[in-house]
């Protein structure tokens, strides 16, 4: 979980450094803009789903496995949930 807040972090932090060099004019800007933020929510998921693919393949049997499942699927409820 730590490691997903540090890399959600380090991406937040280039995507808005990536939008200040972004011009503040012309037709493409809004484009650049929302395909920034696609690109950094999709990195997020993939840095999510890498941390919880190395839980279920330390697992040493399905109490385990439950409990990463568990785990997972609780922070993702809880991000839906900050979301609306």
Do not use: W, Y
């Amino acid at each position: 979980m730590k490691q997903t807040i540090i890399v959600a972090a380090l991406l937040m932090a280039v995507s808005t450094a990536f939008a200040a060099d972004t011009p503040t004019q012309g037709p493409g800007q809004n484009f650049d803009n929302v395909k920034s933020d696609v690109i950094a929510r999709i990195n997020a998921r993939i840095a999510r789903n890498q941390v919880e693919l190395s839980c279920v393949q330390s697992a040493k049997n399905h109490a385990d496995l439950k409990a990463c499942r568990e785990k997972f699927m609780e922070e993702m409820r809880e991000q839906r949930g900050m979301k609306r």
